[in-house]
């Protein structure tokens, strides 16, 4: 009569662990639409109070009633896709190095290191680049100030590289062994076999790292706010980067606690802040769709 009993308990125990599980996805998903709810709510009125000429103009001076979101959308993406383009390679090539060919006292050596830079405030990050960077790019550059969109794009690459380093790693190292000893079995050299077949299996890990390191580019606030100069202007030409641009997330951190609520100005900044949200949404879910696709697809070829 007891292991019946010991049967029941297990049973009951399974169903709550399931339930508790399934309640806390469905909760992930009720936050993300509430938020979206929310900044539809307070944005939206906006889009009924200025004309959308005035939204999609290239001039953000608030004081006068103008609110042209151009630049901010520009300098934001002009920052995040530099950042990346400087991140990505370095990220995905560091941690092909920790997880491929590194020897096992230097990985535990820099792992640790790349958690650690992960961990420093980004307000600190932010000093660093106003007492350091920002000269050594004035210097470089001839520009007339070192409080640019290159700025920005150093520091954010700083800050988003340890999160692709970390992701790719462990991507890589999910790739079973028995893809590695079939390519030495085929006469594949190390870098061959990294190129040809670890990395193309690893592909959608690395994919994820580099999107989660777009997230982490695009969403961050007191680093671009302290170094890209905070000029809304439309950062075009080749020069786009040399100049000082400003963000979404700057602008809403450094005006929103002077506006009144309600105003039309609070309901702008919402505005950018659902603008943003849906810029981010975007990109996660074109990386989750080609993801998916390639799957489908089987994985893409190996040795090839």
Do not use: C
Request: charged share 10%; glycine share 10%.
């Amino acid at each position: 009569m007891r292991i019946p009993a010991l049967r029941q308990g297990t049973h009951w125990r399974a169903f709550f662990i399931e339930q508790l599980i399934r309640l806390t996805g469905v909760s992930a998903i009720a936050f993300v639409l509430l938020i979206l709810l929310f900044l539809i709510k307070e944005g939206a009125p906006a889009l009924v109070e200025v004309p959308l000429s005035n939204l999609m103009g290239q001039r953000w001076y608030p004081t006068f009633g103008i609110y042209g979101l151009l630049p901010l959308i520009l300098g934001s993406l002009l920052v995040t896709v530099g950042a990346i383009a400087v991140s990505m390679p370095l990220g995905v090539a560091t941690a092909v190095f920790i997880g491929e060919i590194a020897p096992e006292w230097v990985r535990d050596i820099l792992k640790p290191s790349i958690e650690v830079i992960a961990g420093i405030p980004s307000v600190v990050i932010g000093f660093i680049g106003i007492q350091l960077v920002s000269p050594l790019v004035r210097q470089l550059s001839g520009a007339p100030t070192g409080l640019t969109a290159l700025t920005g794009v150093l520091l954010l690459a700083y800050m988003a590289l340890p999160t692709i380093i970390s992701i790719a790693e462990d991507a890589l190292d999910a790739v079973p062994q028995s893809y590695r000893n079939a390519a030495y079995a085929l006469s594949a050299t190390k870098w061959q076999t990294i190129w040809r077949v670890v990395l193309p299996a690893a592909r959608p890990g690395i994919v994820t790292a580099v999107m989660l390191g777009v997230g982490r580019a695009i969403g961050e606030t007191m680093t671009v706010m302290m170094v890209t100069g905070n000029a809304a202007r439309m950062p075009l030409g080749l020069d786009a980067f040399l100049r000082p641009v400003r963000t979404m997330t700057a602008t809403i951190a450094a005006e929103m606690g002077e506006v009144a609520r309600g105003s039309t100005h609070y309901q702008v900044l919402f505005l950018v802040g659902l603008v943003l949200f849906v810029l981010t949404f975007v990109i996660n879910l074109a990386a989750a769709v080609a993801i998916f696709r390639r799957e489908r697809g089987g994985g893409g070829r190996f040795l090839a």
